[in-house]
């Protein structure tokens, strides 16, 4: 359909799962891509694959953050579409968690975001163009499970942020929404599934047993609703956090 058709899309966290679905996502709807990752080999396989540009960024360095905008800016003349899809999803609960582990959870999931949209809606409102922004979030930022909690601290301030920059810029036309994925079938989910909760090879089919819709959400679904929040299709919506999840949040049984 060509939705992004002559849009220049940033990917933070690009390089697998939910941001690798989005990049070739947006390059099918006709977008000039550029993505992040901090595995040059897993990146550079990506774009080898698809054609998309590749930056290797830490995007714990707020630097870095910012950089993959201005890089984006450098190699194309400007950001239209930026995209925060990294996350960090290490256990640790209220009683166990270190300073250390929180401030990892802070610089991934929230600060890294913060610093990316500073840099990609200062380049739109310096050009004085439209401009559209997309965060992943997630359904822990209503709260999450006890084995979350620097998670659910950060994604919680994540969707605070969204609906703030989103408020600041609507009279630049910069769009900022943000999606509170589900549960997702994602590589890195396996190998979350495998490290902190014994899983075996049939964790999926167990998880899915236990869910409303009788499966995982999956990468390309979510990649599709990102196009299109990107994309001019989606009007005007701006400073929505959409819950993508099996689970109706305030419902009870």
Excluded at 24 to 45: C, I, M, P, S, W
């Amino acid at each position: 359909m060509g939705l992004l058709e002559d849009k220049v899309v940033l990917v933070n966290g690009g390089s697998q799962g939910v941001g690798a679905g989005i990049v070739r996502a947006a390059l099918r709807e006709g977008a000039t891509v550029v993505f992040t990752g901090r595995r040059a080999e897993v990146g550079e396989k990506l774009a080898a694959d698809t054609g998309a540009r590749f930056v290797r960024a830490d995007l714990a360095d707020a630097a870095q953050a910012r950089g993959s905008v201005v890089r984006t800016v450098e190699a194309y003349g400007r950001i239209d579409c930026l995209v925060n899809a990294a996350g960090l999803t290490s256990r640790g609960s209220l009683l166990d968690t270190t300073p250390e582990l929180f401030d990892a959870h802070m610089a991934i999931n929230l600060r890294a975001p913060f610093f990316a949209m500073q840099a990609a809606v200062a380049d739109m409102t310096n050009r004085e163009a439209p401009g559209t922004v997309v965060n992943i979030i997630s359904n822990c930022a209503h709260g999450g499970p006890p084995h979350l909690a620097p998670y659910s601290t950060a994604k919680a301030g994540l969707a605070g942020l969204t609906r703030n920059a989103a408020h600041a810029h609507r009279w630049d036309r910069v769009r900022i929404n943000g999606l509170n994925i589900g549960w997702t079938d994602t590589e890195g989910e396996d190998a979350t599934q495998r490290a902190f909760h014994d899983a075996g090879d049939d964790w999926r089919e167990k998880a899915a047993a236990a869910l409303p819709m009788g499966r995982l959400g999956q990468v390309d679904e979510i990649a599709d609703f990102v196009v299109l929040l990107l994309s001019d299709r989606s009007g005007v919506v701006t400073g929505s956090v959409i819950d993508w999840d099996q689970t109706v949040f305030g419902g009870l049984d």
